[in-house]
């Protein structure tokens, strides 16, 4: 049940009644919309990063960590930018 928010019936009349509800619900689609694509560009940015850290590369400037140290932490920091990654065990070369 849609309940209208613009009770002030003896304020408007019904064609800026029409309006402003209108208004209202354009204003509310926008916000979902905006809602919704800002969702999605966080789920696109997890998979991203997701994707460089497997390849072990910084998400953050593309720079190889295949050789860099892993901190005790379990962080490996790019020795290019410093932003710090858990990129898990070294893969062996036994396969
Ligand atoms: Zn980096």
Excluded: N
């Amino acid at each position: 049940m849609f309940i209208d928010p613009l009770v002030l019936k003896g304020f408007f009349t019904p064609g800026l009644r029409v309006l402003a509800s209108g208004i209202v619900s354009m204003l509310m689609i926008s916000v979902s919309v905006v809602g919704i694509i800002a969702l999605s560009r966080k789920i696109a940015a997890r998979e991203i990063i997701a994707t460089y850290v497997s390849q072990r590369l910084c998400a953050s400037c593309g720079y190889g960590l295949h050789d860099a140290v892993i901190e005790p932490d379990a962080c490996t920091i790019c020795p290019e930018c410093g932003a710090a990654w858990r990129l898990g065990e070294r893969p062996t070369s036994e396969g």
